[in-house]
């Protein structure tokens, strides 16, 4: 027999043996193990698998008995294997529980959100917020006008009510990107003190049929709850398209929401206090019905702010930011026609991130002009190679440029020229009307096409030869002399008529077709007379340019030594100034 404190662990063959051996007089079965004792003393274990009956035959087939006047055989109660219950029992429950659980969920949430899918996404403004009101809304003063009535009917509905007056039922705010339509949209909201329903056209559409106007209903349903108050709808044109005009015909999705809108503006009650107030840029794409009296009643053209609109707009941007006490506004905005007012407000978020970049404390002059050339024109690129040779073509070039606008009466006079590359250009020079300008005459544009084709007459006389440079020129003189002959009725030889029926995007100046309405002997006309009217700029420029080529070269080498130059620069090269006749 083995010595040891504990047990020898044997085979179930070798177990077997010591037991018919007379070495085990007891034999104890638990779970997956035997064990064998002499005299209470375990002596052996053995791993075993099977049934207690199965012991049974091996020992007595082996020749030990079992049972009385043999080995005791002892077979212990087992414990449960909880970790082995809990993987093949509980796990498999747990997963089905939670499957379950997940797909009741989905299934609740994909009901709720069907319920929910044509509700209004407009967004609430309570009155209890910080409110944006017409001393924020700077310029835009005759827009102000007209909608001062709306708010002093939501104010006071018994004043126009009892002479038997109605307030609009719709405002539609029209004009260019940037004028503020969205924020007197607001100031009329912050003004009368009432909740400020806002949307885009494009919420209204989704892919399914019926939804954009389930939401014009819910949209109304909770604007009628909390009247009065205004429902603003922003970039109206995604939504009040003319109809007919889709393939889907009168089912189509955004036809069936366009309908309803007409339905909800036309339907309510005129006691509901309930204002739609709309803008677009886009107003002749819209659909008649929709621009009727009785929905939209009245149209109010936003236009781009002249020079005391500019500075207005500029002291409302600037009265939270510490200026230079050198910095002029008036000249900011006299610098900057053609501005909006989202521009504007640009152009002093980049003077202040610039005077910041400079580590100063208060937005100098500098900052204010480096701020408006970037907005024009791109950040400066002082980083680009160019050689000595590009370098004095630019010069001469943009020198070009300032010496036939000085020369010529009805040319704008010229602020600054710079031969540092802005943007993709890799000069400039900017001439800035002494006054804002809402008519062109033929002289003005005469002057200015030789203006603009100054800088190619320029490198042609200096250098013998002409570049790439003049390019975009070309363009321009090419675009403004066609439009002279077609547009404006400028030319002598065709008379006072149009020539080509243009279709352009209203506000955004952008054409997208033209019906040829003439034939081809007047496009043969049409392109003589533009021909001419540029050889004429042209030769005008060349002239001015031969007669001051002492001039040319000193503001070109002004220009190469200073790279940019201002008006106080060209003033002392020209003294006073000594106009040329213009171009006829």
């Known amino acids: 027999m083995p010595e040891g404190t504990g047990p020898e662990k044997v ?42 009956n199965d012991l049974i035959t091996i020992l007595s087939d082996s020749g030990v008995k079992v049972g009385e006047g043999g080995i005791a055989l002892e077979v212990m109660a087992s414990g449960y294997d909880w970790g082995l219950i809990a993987i093949q029992v509980f796990l498999p429950i747990a997963l089905l529980a939670g499957l379950f659980i997940f797909f009741f969920r989905s299934a609740r949430g994909a009901g709720s959100q069907a319920f929910s899918f044509g509700k209004s996404r407009a967004r609430l403004n309570s009155p209890d917020r910080p409110q944006t009101t017409f001393a924020d809304v700077a310029g835009s003063e005759e827009a102000k006008e007209e909608v001062q009535e709306i708010v002093e009917f939501l104010r006071s509905p018994e004043k126009f009510q009892a002479l038997g007056g109605r307030i609009p039922r719709g405002v539609l705010l029209v004009g260019s990107p ?20 806002s949307i885009s056209g494009s919420e209204f559409v989704e892919m399914f049929v019926g939804v954009g106007a389930a939401r014009v209903r819910d949209l109304f349903e909770q604007a009628k709850r909390n009247s009065p108050c205004i429902i603003f709808v922003d970039e109206i044109d995604a939504v009040g398209r003319h109809r007919g005009a889709g393939v889907g015909g009168g089912h189509d999705e955004r036809e069936q929401t366009l309908n309803q809108i007409l339905t909800e503006m036309d339907g309510f009650d005129t006691n509901a206090k309930v204002i739609v107030v709309a803008a677009t840029n886009r107003p002749d794409i819209l659909d008649p019905a929709l621009l009727r009296p009785g929905r939209f009643d009245r149209h109010i053209v936003i236009a781009l702010p002249d020079i005391k609109e500019r500075h207005a707009i500029l002291l409302v941007h600037t009265k939270d930011k510490p200026l230079a006490e050198t910095v002029n506004l008036e000249v900011i905005a006299r610098q900057t026609p053609g501005l909006s007012g989202a521009d504007l407000a640009n152009l002093t978020n980049e003077a202040a991130l610039l005077a910041a970049r400079r580590g100063m404390k208060a937005i100098g002059p500098q900052e204010m002009e480096d701020a408006t050339d970037r907005l024009r024109m791109g950040p400066e690129r002082k980083s680009r190679v160019m050689s000595q040779r590009e370098k004095l073509i630019t010069a001469y070039h943009e020198s070009g440029h300032a010496l036939v606008a000085r020369m010529l009466p009805n040319a704008d006079p010229v602020h600054k020229v710079s031969i540092v590359a802005r943007g993709m250009a890799g000069g400039f020079t900017l001439s800035l009307p002494t006054e804002d300008r809402n008519y062109w005459s033929r002289s003005q544009l005469n002057d200015l096409i030789s203006m603009i084709l100054g800088g190619r007459a320029a490198e042609e006389l200096q250098f013998g030869d002409i570049t790439t440079g003049a390019q975009d020129d070309l363009k321009k003189a090419t675009t403004l002399a066609r439009k002279m002959v077609t547009e404006y009725g400028m030319s002598d030889k065709l008379g006072p008529r149009t020539f080509g029926q243009k279709q352009e995007l209203v506000f955004l100046g952008r054409e997208i077709s033209e019906h040829r309405d003439y034939g081809d002997h007047i496009a043969e006309q049409i392109d003589e007379e533009v021909h001419s009217r540029i050889q004429r700029a042209y030769g005008t420029a060349k002239k001015l340019l031969e007669e001051n080529s002492a001039k040319l070269q000193q503001l070109a080498e002004l220009l190469i030594e200073k790279e940019t130059i201002v008006e106080e620069d060209i003033a002392s090269v020209f003294g006073a100034r000594a106009p040329q006749p213009a171009a006829n």
């Open 178 to 197: 940037g004028t503020g339509k969205t924020l007197l949209a607001k100031a009329i909201a912050g003004e009368a003190q009432v909740p400020f329903y």
């Open 11 to 52: 085979g179930i063959t070798d177990f077997v043996s010591y037991a018919k051996q007379g070495e085990i007089d007891r034999i104890s079965q638990k779970d997956n193990t035997l064990t064998g004792y002499t005299a209470d003393k375990s002596v052996f274990t053995a791993d075993y698998y099977g049934s207690t």
